[in-house]
């Protein structure tokens, strides 16, 4: 089904942060299968897992225990603010069980509160329940009557969130950064103001980390960043080198869910686990997350440069590598298809914004090389 505008190109192989297409062309990849391949494509110790796994148990139902679930709960509990995991298949599958979660936390302790605040701008996923969270009329309007009990309001607005909340609000979902709406950071303050909002109001904090989480922003998780703890958080994308995952990540006291309530058949399968364990432990081993902190000021530093030279680029903004540079004018989709011409992947997020979400073991050497061809791009844009 025609769902994506796609690219003229297939690919077919990829290794560390290059991949090929069907000719044997050559591409610099700084979209990453959309933020996922965060060791790069291909990883060999995630190879090694994933042939050994699949030799070993791909599949089992989760009425028994797999060692690479326990394995991958255990690395994810050990390194982050959360007790509990639940794991499935995909980003939407794990924010739309963050919000059953949620409800039944409402029902549970908040007197069948159930409304969930979200913020405009957002992206959650395109179940028709995530459609109706995510804040942006783009994907919302195809499918009116929108399921009910979401309510989005204006994002980086603490008052905003205040004046929505009612006695039916259960939680507030929010992405640390928002990715899918343009790389919209928040102002420092803003998380930790959400962060006393609900505690002040008994109400559930989930981040939905998703696109941020997993090294992308300079720290395992974006949260570190803003001194807040989630009561729930979600993940999927870069967390298994591409093998679909999903997880949802709870504290104790909002790990409510009784046995029967929540399910899946191939969520926390051994190979999607194992993929994730290998993914996890070689990230956090190996220091990614810094490696992405530290390539990614490098990389907003060069974009800056070539805000100065280019006065049609309005606005460089990101963190980590997760990046975005803002034009005056809607001309984001010229720029991606010439930088293509060239074998560099760019996305487009807005027509007037590309973002960038190269693999997080890029090193300095392929933002420059990424850089000159933007140089060179915009600089035939400008003439
Ligand atoms: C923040 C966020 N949440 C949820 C999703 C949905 O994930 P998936 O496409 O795996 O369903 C995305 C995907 O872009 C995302 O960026």
């Not at 902190?293 to 049609?312: D, M, N, T």
């Not at 963190?319 to 010229?334: K, N, P, T, Y």
Request: hydrophobic share 40%; glycine share 10%; charged share 20%.
């Amino acid at each position: 089904m025609h769902t994506v505008e796609r690219l003229p190109v297939t690919l077919v192989k990829g290794q560390g942060a290059r991949v090929w297409d069907e000719d044997g062309r050559e591409y610099l990849d700084f979209v990453g299968g959309w933020a996922v391949n965060s060791l790069g494509h291909c990883p060999p110790v995630v190879i090694e897992a994933v042939v050994a796994q699949s030799q070993t148990l791909i599949q089992a139902s989760n009425q028994f225990y797999t060692i690479p679930q326990i394995r991958l709960a255990e690395l994810l509990v050990q390194n982050s603010c959360l007790d509990k995991v639940f794991f499935c298949n995909s980003g939407a599958e794990a924010s739309e069980g963050a919000v059953k979660l949620a409800r039944r936390y409402g029902q549970r302790y908040l007197g069948g509160a159930y409304e969930v605040i979200t913020t405009i701008g957002s992206f959650h996923g395109r179940t028709l329940a995530m459609v109706a969270a995510s804040g942006q009329p783009k994907f919302q309007q195809p499918y009116i009557p929108l399921p009910t009990g979401f309510v989005n309001v204006e994002y980086n607005n603490i008052e905003a969130i205040k004046s929505a909340t009612t006695n039916q609000t259960c939680a507030v979902m929010l992405e640390p950064v928002q990715g899918e709406g343009g790389v919209n950071l928040p102002d420092d303050n803003y998380l930790l103001a959400v962060r006393t909002w609900c505690d002040q109001k008994g109400i559930l904090l989930i981040l939905d980390e998703i696109q941020t989480g997993i090294g992308r922003m300079g720290t395992l998780f974006a949260y570190e960043q803003y001194g807040v703890e989630p009561d729930i958080m979600t993940l999927a994308k870069g967390l298994a080198s591409g093998i679909p995952i999903g997880a949802i990540l709870a504290k104790d006291r909002a790990s409510v869910f009784a046995p029967g309530e929540h399910g899946s058949t191939f969520g926390g399968n051994p190979l999607a686990c194992a993929a994730g364990y290998a993914t996890l432990k070689s990230i956090i081993d190996n220091d990614i997350a810094g490696n992405a902190r530290r390539v990614g000021q490098y990389l907003i530093a060069g974009l800056e440069g070539l805000r100065q030279k280019f006065p049609f680029i309005t606005d460089v903004r990101g963190r980590g590598l997760l990046v975005a540079m803002e034009f005056v004018s809607d001309i984001a989709q010229s720029v991606v298809m010439a930088c293509l011409d060239r074998r560099l992947l760019v996305n487009r997020v807005k027509p007037n914004a590309l973002r960038f979400m190269p693999p997080l073991i890029i090193g300095t050497k392929e933002v420059d090389e990424a850089l000159g061809i933007l140089d060179r791009v915009l600089s035939t844009i400008a003439g």
